[in-house]
């Protein structure tokens, strides 16, 4: 069995690893920005409205910040004070290169991969006696609402994370360019599709 007590004279304490801990809060970290950046977050919309992801987002960053800091830190002291090397330095950076990596290599979907979705969307409610329709969830996309505007113009208003009077979002608009609400622009994308923002008058 291991005695403890005081360490023998001349023996110098040394300094500790990162460690499993400093790795598993890494690691849950990176997780919650992981399913932020899929959209495999709970909606923003209906019964699960009240989860931000923006604050989750927003503290696993502080959380990995100083993750980063304390392994900074420790990884200084093992290595330049003690002359010593573990490889329990090696799993924080490698967790953070590996999803960097993933998001690179496989990175969520974009408005142009999701256009036929959004298109057919467009379709469906210039065919239907509705004028608009709210909390629409199109890919990774959160939609406000979509809405009919003049001749034959579908507005896509993207659901902000904070509230603003300026509102972004996309519009089909097969007929040439829209002429939007409020204080209106608009840029084309391809095809019938534009990106556009509006200032709401107040």
């Known amino acids: 069995m291991r005695e403890s007590g005081p360490k023998p004279a001349g023996e110098v304490a040394r300094n500790k690893l990162p460690g499993p801990r400093l790795l598993v809060i890494t690691v849950i970290a990176l997780l919650v920005l992981v399913c932020i950046n899929y959209d495999w977050w709970p909606s923003r919309f209906g019964d699960m409205q009240w989860v931000d992801p923006?604050?989750?987002?927003g503290v696993a960053v502080l959380v990995l910040a100083v993750a980063g800091l304390v392994w900074s830190i420790r990884t200084l002291y093992v290595v330049g004070q003690d002359r010593r090397w573990s490889w329990w330095i090696l799993p924080v950076p490698l967790a953070v290169v590996g999803v960097l990596a993933?998001?690179?290599?496989?990175p969520p979907p974009t408005f142009d991969e999701m256009r036929p979705q959004f298109e057919?969307?467009?379709?469906?409610?210039?065919?239907?006696p509705e004028l608009s329709r709210a909390?629409?969830?199109i890919g990774?996309?959160?939609i406000l609402y979509a809405s009919?505007?003049?001749?034959?113009t579908v507005y896509f208003v993207?659901?902000?994370y904070f509230a603003s009077s300026t509102s972004i979002g996309w519009a089909y608009s097969p007929n040439g360019k829209p002429a939007g609400f409020d204080d209106f622009s608009s840029t084309h994308i391809g095809g019938p599709w534009y990106k556009f923002t509006a200032v709401w008058r107040t």
């Open 120 to 128: 057919q969307t467009a379709h469906d409610l210039l065919a239907s």
């Open 54 to 57: 923006l604050l989750f987002g």
């Open 102 to 106: 993933i998001d690179f290599l496989l």
């Open 140 to 142: 990774p996309f959160d």
């Open 158 to 160: 993207d659901a902000p």
């Open 135 to 137: 909390n629409l969830e």
């Open 148 to 152: 009919k505007g003049d001749n034959g």
